[in-house]
T-cell receptor, first 114, second 113 residues
Framework: ETGVTQTPRHLVMGMTNKKSLKCEQH?????MYWYKQSAKKPLELMFV???????ENNSVPSRFSPECPNSSHLFLHLHTLQPEDSALYLC?????????????FGPGTRLLVL | SQQGEEDPQALSIQEGENATMNCSYK?????LQWYRQNSGRGLVHLIL?????REKHSGRLRVTLDTSKKSSSLLITASRAADTASYFC?????????????FGKGTHLIIQP
């Protein structure tokens, strides 16, 4: 257990569906991240939130919409996805300031888009 | 472009042997980190080395960093079956800030009992 939880753990959705992924961190951190891990590709950074503000959007298509209502919660809203969006979506958190570069990852949501 | 590239892509050794994985990167960094991932689950942080450090130890792990060659190595000594996993290096651009990491493709390590 790393102190970061993600729900659901598995998700199957059609291309016309709308769903949301949820991430919660219990570590008192103030930065949160979404990463995408596709088969045979390196982990790709999607979004970075620091102190509840989005500080980085790594050229992610608009069908992925992040939301950070507070420092403990991070959502990824999905709509009209494509089959190539099937992947493991990982959330992470870290503490901004000091020497807090270590990121703590959740177990991921395995997404399949049909 | 991909920042970190691990070498080898796959490694199979006998239990008790040492395992060495290498990572190369392209741009300047503040720190380099190694993570482990078991069977498509979340990543677990192993060790972080800063750009002004050359070597770091943590238990059975030893990490080196050569910024002139833009490379790092991870050594796992006295390997165990539980070390079977994928290992990733990740580079950070800043120190202390909200910094999205850049990962390599990973080395899949198999420890044969």
């Amino acid at each position: 257990e790393t102190g970061v939880t993600q729900t659901p753990r598995h998700l199957v959705m059609g291309m016309t569906n709308k769903k949301s992924l949820k991430c919660e961190q219990h570590l008192g951190h103030n930065a949160m991240y979404w990463y995408k891990q596709s088969a045979k590709k390196p982990l790709e950074l999607m979004f970075v939130y620091s102190l509840e503000e989005r500080v980085e959007n790594n050229s992610v298509p608009s069908r992925f919409s992040p939301e950070c209502p507070n420092s403990s919660h991070l959502f990824l809203h999905l709509h009209t996805l494509q089959p190539e969006d099937s992947a493991l979506y990982l959330c992470a958190s870290s503490q901004v300031g000091g020497r807090g570069e270590t990121q703590y990852f959740g177990p991921g949501t395995r997404l399949l888009v049909l | 472009s991909q920042q970190g590239e691990e070498d080898p892509q796959a490694l199979s050794i006998q239990e008790g042997e040492n395992a060495t994985m290498n990572c190369s990167y392209k741009t300047s960094i503040n720190n380099l980190q190694w993570y482990r991932q078991n069977s498509g689950r979340g990543l677990v942080h192993l060790i972080l080395i800063r750009s002004n450090e050359r070597e770091k130890h943590s238990g059975r792990l030893r990490v080196t960093l050569d910024t002139s060659k833009k490379s790092s190595s991870l050594l796992i000594t006295a390997s165990r079956a539980a070390d079977t996993a994928s290992y990733f290096c990740a580079t950070g651009r800043t120190g202390g800030g909200a910094d999205g990491l850049t990962f390599g493709k990973g080395t899949h390590l198999i420890i044969q009992p």
